[in-house]
């Protein structure tokens, strides 16, 4: 899963090689962190947050698949 979500994020960002995704379990529980340029964050979280939700959904969507919960981060430094 954190591919996919690497995948979505640099085609997302101005600058796709900036971008850092780490993945730690804890049985049934995945977190994916993501760590974007500073000037990239907004296209990550979209107008009102709408592009966050939508990868968050996917995220859902693949956890009820794989008997997972996912939970996305988006880490600033």
């Known amino acids: 899963m954190k ?4 995948r979505i994020i640099r085609s997302l ?3 796709p090689d900036a971008v850092e995704v780490a993945e730690s379990s804890d049985g ?6 993501v760590r974007v340029a500073d000037h990239d964050m907004g296209r990550v979280i979209g107008r009102e947050g709408r592009t966050v939700k939508a990868i968050r959904s996917i995220l ?9 919960r996912f939970q996305l981060d988006l880490l600033e430094d």
Request: proline share 0%.
């Open 28 to 33: 049934k529980n995945v977190r994916i962190e």
């Open 13 to 15: 960002v101005g600058e």
């Open 60 to 68: 859902f969507v693949a956890g009820q698949k794989h008997g997972r």
């Open 3 to 6: 591919e996919a979500v690497e």
